[in-house]
């Protein structure tokens, strides 16, 4: 009996230790779980040769990149190197699972939602044998 009582007791920590809080949970790629302000912390980036490589980003890094998304789809891009401050506005479009960015270049890219929570976005793309996954926090 006392073996079935730890054995429940053990399976029940698992559970409540293996679950994430709802704020953590991840959510569907829709306008309003997307609209915000969205801060680049990380990115990494494999090439077609197997290099790889992460990036830190963030003001002690020397350079930050925001994401803000509105809801009436557009958003503006906007990095700060040293100082130096670059924007740039773009459209959005969502589809299950993705959303695509044209900016105001006319240039247009399909990023796949990796991952999209209260707090984080992960968004990725690939080139042929490339692949480039960009971390975001929300800061807004």
Do not use: H
Request: charged fraction near 30%; include cysteine.
């Amino acid at each position: 009996m006392k073996k079935l009582v730890y054995a429940m007791l053990a399976l029940s920590l698992v559970a409540f230790v293996g679950c994430k809080k709802d704020k953590d949970k991840q959510k569907e790629v829709t306008v309003d779980n997307l609209v915000g302000t969205w801060e680049v912390y990380k990115s990494y980036y494999a090439d077609e040769d197997g290099s790889e490589w992460d990036d830190e980003w963030g003001a002690a890094a020397g350079y930050q990149s925001f994401l803000i998304i509105k809801a009436n789809g557009t958003g503006v891009m906007e990095d700060i190197d040293e100082g130096y401050k670059s924007t740039t506005s773009f459209t959005y479009k969502i589809e299950p699972g993705y959303v695509t960015i044209t900016d105001s270049y006319g240039d247009t890219e399909r990023w796949t939602v990796k991952s999209l929570t209260d707090k984080g976005l992960v968004l990725e793309s690939v080139y042929g044998n490339e692949t480039l996954a960009i971390y975001y926090k929300r800061i807004k």
